[in-house]
């Protein structure tokens, strides 16, 4: 019987995984079926003046070439299907569709290009200065939404100090209190500058895409974090109405951000087998994906902050240059200074920001975008502070830490609850951090060791959306949930919310999802660690409609008012009287007769459109339990996490071992508590890749990328990691969810690559390299007194 | 690199070194000599090579295999890099070899990548795979080595027009055991040191082996002179695994009596072949294995370094890597 939550379970979808048995995109095949491939551009920014495919559209087998101009036209800066400006190398200019994808490969080393290189950036600084490259023909940055031009002048420039940021006029600011009163206030000041480095997806699945059209319907499968979100877009890249597709995406293999929204190269297939009229299927390959997928964005950033004598933080003041790649990128940079509004709370803050085109990947939200970033950069220098106060490096963290009345960004509103310094209490007493501490700095021949402690935030959890499931005659619940798969079965688990307060059985629902023509509602993606809190509200609220209208039922077939029936057991029984009583299977039946509301003839009026075509699909298939979640919201949710860190660090070699890895969450109640462990532990490993071995490097003579495989882009390995780490959860609920959960996955990362940037500064006795990654050459070179190859400022070196 | 996408070719898996030789004759540099694949089909993936037929090595069992001779070991060039890392034989008396092959890519490839295929693999300059048009790949000009090129991995020594550096794991290792790399071709078989197997930009940039078309190489031996040496492998990369070096050093010592009788000493990843350091070897010889020798070692290993923008950390590196063999009387592994 329920008492669902906070228990481990076997997500369904588990056995289809390990078995192989799950089918991706790439794994659909139809008959007749086309293959398509894209030519890409060779070059950073370049005009198509000229394509010659006489020659390739000669070739047996080739079906068809598909050109920007037959595509929706994407209004910059948003990314483009096709294009004859490409603005970054390996974008799309056309697709061939031929029967062997080799040999619409052959075709596409047949057709002859006639290109105009124009000019191209991959430094954001190079691009402010007053003869700078722009990244596009029509500007070099974006502000609200829309590309402008933004030159710095000399002076700005000269008016940093050597290696300094120079901060000129911003395109985003905001502040709050009253900075230099904050910086008067303060015992000490750092004011340094930084560089984050902005790292590929790497996502396993790469973004392939294979669509077909029946009776005016467009069938996609593609690879998407999010399921019903991503479903109007879609439609409106094919240039289609939503109920004219279908979308079929049942497995994501990872996205981190990348696949959250739609993106329009899946919609290449889809505008293909209009043309030909016949199934096409798009691989993109792993190779592939480093050129069109996406990367984070990355920041060259200056941050003045103030501390009093007790760690304190009286004022903040930073500026952040984002790379946002050519188009229209991420809020990076502005959700990185809330970040630090709400992590370390100072009294006083400003932010500004600038993003800057550079003719490199599309930018894109990557787990924990500025949250991250910020984290990596700021949490060492946090370190630098306490070192020069004499602080403990968890107890400047916690008189900083945010409690449930701090308020968030630069509107100063509400949050529902922040366990930040429970986590560092628990952490730290867990980790045994004191014990490690005294080892820190400790030499055995040339290993030293270090230790760091990391904490990163997001914003977790929003409402608004709907639910919807079915009790049928047959006495099963179905849950429907347009959420989406990424893989952290956050899907699953939110579902148990409605298996919960029907009292059900697990073993006895179903999760509906994956095909939009089953029938799924509107939601929120699967991104920004929002599934669990918007999630469990919209599974909460469409249980509680169903619960009602199962006493209703009741009341109506036998006697009495709704408020005399309670359920369990699955039936629906009068409370004074327990053998009066309806199964869930016969009040189900009782729906479908009755119809209207209970059968879902008649949903409710504040439902979603996608949703009200959703209710339509199941009318009349048994009980409908639907409704919006017009639960109560009073604030920002925030997602917190602390990682503790303990290394060894080569002094000779620059190799670091990590020791051992502790995270502590603050996400609410915990719902899933193994696939909690593995979203901090997987997070965690990610954020170490962050820190330390994840490449993002361009030859900026040519506007090359270097790092286009998984063994020149370095993700961490199996190897590089800890084979055993510890996970610990605060586990307090949330006021704001009605079972108490907030999200999590994305500070998860963030704490541990702030964890071991600090841990690395630690060893090394105060270094800090105000960069991330910090690879084994910068360590090197810090260990044998050289100076570092990379200018202080220079990006995509590493 | 983005085209990703193979070409057609002929494919021939000959059961017999006879017939593979025969094959390789035929189409000679319209030819691929396919031994584990890890190289190859990066290469074919991103059309960069397009061979008319692929040989097939796979099923020539006769160059499988570890065996004793009558003077040391003989390793057949198709033995998995697993193999080569789990035998016993050369776990016993050349871990030097073992260690380094434990220490190649990631335990995947070592199961399927071979230690011949080790060796003769192409260079990874990123530049050269990328499939631009440099010197090695036939052009007139060296991206790597260009004013801002990102060149963190290439050479500190030996650079001539070309400043990628070898690769390989292995071959450090067996340059050091002064192995003899046998190779056939349709003529007979010639028999090469290892520490004139590997080709310098110098006299041919277009090669990474003296091997011509028609060769094949068929085993590797190790003599019984260096068997159960002390000896010490060090590879650092950015990772622990799926990488290659920043720098490795690979180093044999004979010693009596506490001094150093006999000395090899070889790094990796800082020229475009294994360097071999001989004024080091010479220097070492009658010393003690302590830290003022090693630090003596060190410092003469980098003399003539010539770093390129982003690479100078390799001199610190490769100093300190010859330093801990030197002083290392354990072998240890990176």
Redesign the interface.
């Known amino acids: 019987m329920a008492d669902l939550l906070g228990k481990d379970y076997a997500p369904p979808d588990v056995y289809g995984k390990v078995t192989g048995r799950a089918k991706y995109a790439e794994d659909f095949r139809m008959d007749g079926m086309l293959f398509c491939?894209l030519l890409?551009s060779?070059m950073p920014h370049c005009r198509v003046r000229g394509v010659d495919a006489s020659a390739a559209l000669a070739m047996e087998g080739v079906v068809a070439i598909l050109r920007a101009d037959e595509v929706p036209e994407q209004a910059g800066p948003a990314n483009n299907i096709l294009t004859d400006e490409p603005h970054f190398?390996?974008e799309p200019i056309l697709a061939v569709a031929a029967v062997t994808?080799?040999i619409?490969?052959?075709a596409?080393?047949a057709i002859v290009l006639d290109l105009e290189p124009l000019p191209f950036c991959v430094d954001p600084l190079e691009s402010l200065r007053p003869d700078g490259p722009n990244a596009r023909t029509d500007g070099n940055t974006v502000s609200s939404g829309e590309v402008q031009e933004h030159k710095w002048t000399e002076a700005d420039f000269e008016a940093a100090g050597e290696g300094q940021l120079p901060m000129g006029e911003p395109g985003a600011e905001w502040s709050y209190g009253d900075i230099d009163a904050g910086f008067a206030e303060a015992s000490i000041i750092l004011d340094e500058t930084f560089v984050t480095a902005g790292t590929s997806h790497h996502s396993m699945e790469p973004r392939t895409a294979m669509a077909y059209w029946e009776n005016g319907k467009c069938y996609l499968h593609a690879s998407t974090q999010s399921q019903s979100f991503v479903h109007p877009g879609i439609a409106a890249y094919i240039g289609i109405e939503p109920e004219n597709l279908v979308y079929i995406a049942e497995y994501c293999g990872g996205g981190f951000g990348s696949k959250g929204g739609p993106y329009p190269l899946l919609s290449i297939p889809a505008h293909m087998s209009r043309k030909v009229q016949r199934p096409v299927l798009m691989r993109i390959?792993?190779?592939?994906e480093y050129?069109l997928g996406s990367a984070r964005p990355g920041f060259q950033g200056r941050i003045k902050m103030g501390f009093r004598d007790d760690g304190r933080i009286t004022a903040v003041d930073v500026y952040i240059v984002q790379e946002n790649g050519p188009n229209q990128g991420g809020g990076d940079m502005g959700a990185a200074a809330s970040a630090i509004s709400i992590v370390y709370t100072p009294l006083n803050m400003r932010y500004r920001g600038m993003s800057v085109l550079t003719n490199t990947p599309p930018r894109g939200a990557q787990r924990g975008p500025g949250q991250n970033q910020i984290a990596t950069a700021v949490e060492p220098l946090i370190d630098k502070a306490a070192k020069q106060l004499g602080l403990d490096q968890v107890a400047i963290r916690h008189i900083n830490a945010p409690t449930h009345d701090s308020l968030y960004g630069g509107n100063r509103g509400p949050i529902t609850s922040a366990y930040m310094r429970e986590a560092l209490e628990q952490g730290a007493e867990r980790f045994g951090w004191e014990e490690r501490r005294a080892r820190s700095g400790q030499r055995e021949g040339?290993k030293v060791r270090g230790v760091g402690v990391g904490q990163a935030f997001h914003s977790a959890g929003s409402s608004g959306f709907d639910g919807l499931l079915v009790i049928t005659p047959e006495g099963k619940l179905n849950i429907h949930s347009g959420v989406g798969n990424l893989g952290t079965y956050s899907y699953a688990t939110t579902s148990r919310v409605a298996a919960e307060v029907l009292k059900c059985r697990w073993e006895n629902c179903e999760i509906v999802r994956g095909d939009s023509s089953r029938g799924l509602p509107w939601t929120l993606g699967q991104f920004g660690s929002n599934t669990s809190f918007t999630m469990t509200r919209t599974n909460f609220a469409a249980a509680n409609d169903a619960v009602r209208k199962l006493k209703e039922i009741a009341a109506r077939r036998l006697g009495g008012s709704a408020t005399d029936y309670d359920i369990g057991n699955e039936t629906v029984f009068a409370r004074g009287n327990p053998s009066r009583r309806l199964t869930y299977a016969q009040a189900a039946q009782a729906a479908i007769e009755m119809g209207g509301a209970y059968s879902g003839h008649e949903p409710p009026e504040d439902i979603n459109a996608l949703t009200r075509r959703a209710v339509e699909v199941v009318a009349g298939t048994g009980l409908v339990g639907v409704a919006r979640d017009n639960l109560e919201r009073n604030g920002m949710v925030p997602a917190l996490a602390a990682g503790f860190v303990e290394i060894e660090l080569d002094l000779?070699?620059?190799?670091i071992e990590i020791l051992d890895y502790l995270g502590v969450a603050d996400c609410g109640t915990v719902l899933h508590p193994q696939g909690l462990a593995t979203q901090i532990k997987g997070g965690g490993v990610m954020g170490f890749g962050m820190a330390v071995?994840e490449?993002h490097?361009?030859?900026?003579?040519?506007g090359?990328p270097?790092a286009?495989g998984?063994?020149?882009a370095?993700p961490?390995?199996?190897?590089?990691v800890p084979s055993e780490m510890d996970w610990h959860a605060v586990d307090q609920p949330d006021p704001g969810n009605p079972v108490g959960s907030k999200g999590i996955g994305e500070p998860v990362m963030g704490c541990s690559g702030a964890a071991l940037l600090c841990a690395i500064s630690d060893a090394l006795g105060g270094h800090y390299f105000n960069r991330t990654p910090v690879?084994?050459?910068?360590i090197?070179?810090v260990?044998?007194e050289?100076s570092q190859?990379?200018g202080p400022l220079q990006v995509n070196?590493q | 690199?983005?085209?990703?996408?193979?070409?057609?070719f002929e494919l021939y898996q000959p059961a017999d070194v006879d017939d593979a030789l025969q094959l390789i004759e035929r189409y000679g540099r319209r030819g691929w000599k396919l031994a584990g694949g890890y190289d190859s089909l990066d290469w074919f993936?991103?059309?960069g090579k397009g061979p008319d037929a692929v040989i097939d090595l796979e099923g020539l069992d006769a160059l499988k295999g570890v065996r004793e001779t009558a003077d040391g070991v003989e390793i057949g060039a198709l033995t998995t890099l697993t193999e080569v890392e789990r035998s016993p034989l050369l776990r016993d008396r050349y871990g030097l070899l073992a260690d380094a092959a434990r220490r190649v890519a990631?335990p995947q490839i070592r199961n399927a990548g071979t230690l011949g295929g080790n060796v003769c693999q192409d260079t990874r300059c990123?530049?050269y795979r990328?499939g631009?048009n440099c010197y090695r790949a036939g052009g007139n000009t060296c991206?790597a080595a260009?004013?801002?090129?990102?060149n963190?991995e290439h050479a500190l020594f030996g650079a001539s027009r070309c400043v990628a550096v070898t690769p390989s794991d292995t071959a450090p290792a067996l340059v050091a055991l002064d192995a003899e790399m046998v190779v056939r071709n349709t003529s007979g078989e010639h028999v090469i040191p290892a520490e004139e197997f590997f080709m310098s930009p110098s006299v041919d940039i277009q090669r990474m082996t003296v091997l011509d078309p028609g060769d094949l190489l068929t085993s590797i031996r190790l003599p019984a002179s260096w068997a159960n040496a002390d000896f010490y492998f060090?590879k650092?990369?950015?990772?622990?695994?799926?990488?290659?070096a920043?720098v490795s050093v690979a180093a044999a010592f004979k010693t009596s009596g506490g001094q150093i009788d006999e000395a090899s000493v070889v790094c990796g990843a800082v020229q475009c072949i294994p360097r071999r350091l001989r004024e080091v070897e010479a220097m070492l010889l009658g010393r003690t294995r302590d830290e003022e020798t090693a630090s003596l070692a060190g410092a003469e290993a980098i003399r003539d370094a010539d770093p390129l923008?982003?690479?100078?950390?390799?001199i610190?590196?490769m100093e300190?890597?010859v330093?801990?063999a030197v002083r290392s009387e354990a072998a240890v592994s990176?």
Not at chain 2, 1 to 8: A, L, N, P, R, V
Request: charged residues 30%.
């Open positions: 491939r890409k060779p190398v390996g994808e080799t619409a490969q052959n596409i080393e390959s792993r190779a592939e050129f040339s000779e070699t620059g190799r071995s490449r490097v361009y030859d900026r003579h040519w090359l270097a286009v998984f063994y020149q370095k961490p390995s199996y190897l590089d690879m084994a050459d910068m090197i070179n260990a044998s050289r190859s990379h070196t | 690199m983005m085209k990703d996408m193979m070409s057609g993936k991103n059309r990631s990123w530049y990328y631009v991206y260009a004013p801002d090129a990102m963190r060090e650092v990369a950015d990772r622990n695994s799926w990488d290659f920043l923008d982003y690479n100078h950390f390799k610190p590196l300190n890597l330093k801990r990176g």
